[in-house]
């Protein structure tokens, strides 16, 4: 008897799809690698150890050492905060092992790092927004003299201001 064909899987999703559902097993493997097996202790880190240590805190890894119940979990800090941490570390450990559900973290081991960091975990923790540079006085000038015609106030307006951050940026660089 001959074989039927095999058939093409079917596609039960109509229309977009979450890109979650497309990276989370790319996410889950790089994840698993670094040892987090839960990847809520690295996606809701702030919300297991509290904003106040999650601002000067990173988890780096969680290592299984051989015959031994528990692992070693990684985290970046600079040397500042180290010793501040080290007196919290059992707070932080129950907390993390409430996600995982027992007792799954037995040592938390903190790496320092210059606030600045080296190649592997930066520890600039917190990112100042980006200044932008003012339009000097002439550059406005010249920017409303262009948009002089435009008789709607808002859109006049919008236009002198794009026009002087292109000029702005255009005689910078």
Sequence with gaps: MAKAPAKSPKRYMRGFAQTAKFVSADIRKASEKRGFAEMRVLTHWAEIVGEQTAAVTRPLEVKFG?????????VLTTGANAPMLEMQKEQIRERINSVYGYAAISR??????????????????????????????????????????VTDPALKAALSRLGAHVIHKSERG
């Design 66 to 74: 051989r015959g031994a119940f528990g692992a070693t979990l990684r």
């Design 108 to 149: 938390i081991q903190f790496t320092q790092t210059a606030p600045t960091g080296f190649a592997e975990g930066q520890a600039d923790f917190n990112h100042a927004p980006k200044r932008r540079a003012q339009p000097a006085p002439a550059e406005r000038k010249a920017a409303e003299a262009l948009a002089e015609g």
